[in-house]
């Protein structure tokens, strides 16, 4: 597959650095690797992603394809876990691509931070040894049954979430405190000012462009969450919360 021209690994690495030290620190983070340094950082984040996530997992797709077509006799037929033996393959083949994309050496792991069980590498890995500690009795390539993860990773306690973090009130009316001519903008993001208990609507420059009352609700932390918009013609402030 390396020899492939769509497939094969691009040779002007970041600072002619052996891909093998990339793949390592990518896989590997904590281990016995080479570490880019500040300025390498993101010219390695950028080589994993269009060497290895993207040409090395699309090269295994397709490996994987051919023998799913083999087993099936050259009939069109959907891939399903069940089927899997008639590829002869481990099934650590079945998780080549997730580790890649992932980085990380445990499919476990990789199967919890795609389905966003995990938020980190570390968290993922931490997890995951809940599984192999509690599945010691398989053999080697039984542990890496896609459903058996599944059906644990289905057991474990759900994430209590966070409480909603309140919103203020919108739209607010507000007095404008600049003229603005017809050929000026309509909308503007404003900042929020606390003004002797009222709110001053600032631009990003601080100059005041209109006030209103402070409402009882009001929490500094709401400039936080999301933007505020000024609109000149109907003189109120919306907010919109960050996506």
Known sequence: MGTHPKFALATNTPGKTDWQDILRWWLDPQGPVKFPNAKQVSEWYDYVAVN????????????????????????????????????TLPWIALWLKELIVWGTLDPVAA?????????????????ASQYFNS??????????????????????????????RPIPQSPLLVQLQRIFPKTAARRWRVL????????????????????????????????????????????????????
């Open 135 to 164: 599945h010691e009795e398989l053999g080697t390539n039984e542990l890496l049954d896609p459903t058996k993860i599944r059906k644990w990773a289905n057991g474990l306690p759900k994430a209590t979430p966070p409480d909603a």
């Open 52 to 87: 290895f996530s993207y040409r090395f997992a699309w090269g295994i797709g397709c490996i994987i394809a051919l023998a799913e077509n083999e087993a099936h006799g050259d009939t069109l037929q959907p891939t399903t876990l069940e089927d899997w033996d008639q590829t």
């Open 111 to 127: 199967y919890l931070l795609g389905r966003s069980r995990a938020d980190t590498r570390l968290e993922a890995s931490k997890l």
């Open 192 to 243: 929020p000012a606390e003004l002797d208990g009222r709110l001053g609507w600032v631009d990003p420059a601080g100059f005041v462009l209109a006030t209103g009352e402070r409402p009882s609700s009001w929490a500094p932390t709401f400039a936080d969450d999301g933007d505020f918009f000024l609109d000149v013609d109907s003189q109120t402030v919306s907010y919109e919360p960050y996506l």
